[in-house]
């Protein structure tokens, strides 16, 4: 069985960071992602990651948050750094577009 299952979310201050994982299981993914989804507005794209390390960022991220993984444990990170409470989303992870975790909400607030 194909899964993503996220991990990491919580509640955390302004200028706060937070690390969100992906673990999959069931198939290696060429590309993962990091999606979220704001109260209100439509899923939108925040990261991608292939699997030879090539990285892609929405320009709202840019400078702030990190992707990586690590293909042995075939897992993705999101390291985000200076969090403002627009962040605040349910994060999604994403396998070659076409698989979805359930999602773990980051609330950024004082």
């Known amino acids: 069985q194909v899964q993503l299952v996220e991990s990491g979310g919580g509640l955390v201050q302004p200028g706060g960071s937070l690390r969100l994982s992906c673990a999959a299981s069931?198939?290696?993914?060429?590309?993962m992602g990091w999606y979220r989804q704001a109260p209100g507005n439509e899923r939108e794209l925040v990261a991608t990651?292939?699997?030879?390390?090539?990285?892609n960022y929405a320009d709202s991220v840019k400078g702030r948050f990190t992707i990586s993984r690590d293909n042995a444990k075939n897992t993705v990170y999101l390291q985000m750094n200076s969090l403002k409470p627009e962040d605040t989303a349910v994060y999604y992870c994403?396998?070659?577009?076409?698989?979805w975790g359930k999602g773990t909400l980051v609330t950024v607030s004082s």
């Open positions: 069931g198939s290696i993914f060429s590309v």
């Open positions: 994403n396998g070659n577009g076409l698989v």
């Open positions: 990651i292939t699997v030879g390390s090539r990285t």
